[in-house]
């Protein structure tokens, strides 16, 4: 079998930030690294869940809503794939330094009740702010 997109990257040199692959069929995936791949730091897997319900909802509600059609969590816990149609690098960067405040002031998960969520007790409000803060400095660096 082809090896997919993601496992060519070599993470051994991978850094947190932003990456975007070729589109394939329309379709951009974003590589929003939060974390340096194999260094030991992972998101937890209560901040990484809420980081995904946190940002999901944030992005689904943007001004570019229609140009989303995923956002969810590497297994790996570095960070989170981002797939748009018609956006750009640059506005996609925009659009995160845009929604990640948004996110932050989020004072509940949403999506965590019982009846939303199937690991509804698997959140972490304060720790997936601590995330979401790391990583818009992060972006905050890249022109």
């Avoid at 997109?5 to 051994?12: L, Y």
């Avoid at 990456?19 to 929003?32: E, G, S």
């Amino acid at each position: 079998m082809e090896k997919i997109a993601s496992f060519q990257k070599n993470h051994d040199v991978l850094q947190p930030g932003l990456h975007m692959f070729p589109p394939a069929n329309n379709v951009t995936t974003f590589d929003l690294r939060f974390k340096k791949p194999n260094a030991g730091d992972y998101l937890t897997p209560d901040a990484l869940h809420s980081v995904e319900h946190m940002l999901a909802t944030v992005l689904r509600n943007s001004r570019e809503k229609e140009n989303i059609v995923y956002f969810g969590p590497m297994g790996c816990r570095t960070g989170f794939y981002l797939l748009t149609v018609n956006l750009s690098y640059a506005e996609v960067l925009s659009l995160l330094k845009e929604c990640i405040p948004v996110a932050l002031a989020l004072e509940e998960v949403p999506g965590a009740k019982r009846e939303e969520c199937g690991n509804y007790l698997a959140h972490d409000l304060a720790g997936a702010k601590e995330e979401l803060t790391k990583y818009l400095k992060i972006l905050n660096d890249i022109e």
